[in-house]
Nanobody
Framework: QVQLVESGGGLVQAGGSLRLSCAAS????????MGWFRQAPGKEREFVAA????????AYADSVKGRFTVSRDNAKNSLYLQMNSLKPEDTAVYYC???????????????????WGQGTQVTVSS
């Protein structure tokens, strides 16, 4: 089992940056693929980024390519999302997720993940 806790959200002006963190408990973290998703009010949860167990593979939504970077530190059981050049449309609750049996892949759908954090709010003002 994996427990996930996100942090680092907040209010930022357009063009600014934030770094989200996701702390994981449990041995499964280092062998799990990890992902970031977001959900804006009235919208479905959408894929943002994913990273494989050894960081060799990453995937990004087209809307964040070139602005967001996903990384992980298996020694610290931590996942990160560096968000630069933020836009008002990036405003959402951001969730991290773990896919414990798909470590070598980068799942891009919610159904591909087994465990979820509680989310952290990111608000970008114009």
């Amino acid at each position: 089992q994996v427990q996930l806790v996100e942090s680092g959200g907040g209010l930022v002006q357009a063009g600014g940056s934030l770094r989200l963190s996701c702390a994981a408990s449990g041995r499964a973290f280092s062998t799990a693929a990890m992902g970031w998703f977001r959900q804006a009010p009235g919208k479905e949860r959408e894929f943002v980024a994913a990273i494989s167990r050894g960081s060799g593979n990453t995937a990004y939504a087209d809307s964040v390519k070139g602005r967001f970077t996903v990384s992980r530190d298996n020694a610290k059981n931590s996942l990160y999302l560096q968000m630069n050049s933020l836009k008002p449309e990036d405003t959402a609750v951001y969730y991290c997720a773990a896919a414990v049996y798909k470590g070598w892949t980068t799942p891009q759908t919610t159904s591909g993940y087994d465990y979820w954090g509680q989310g952290t709010q990111v608000t970008v003002s114009s």
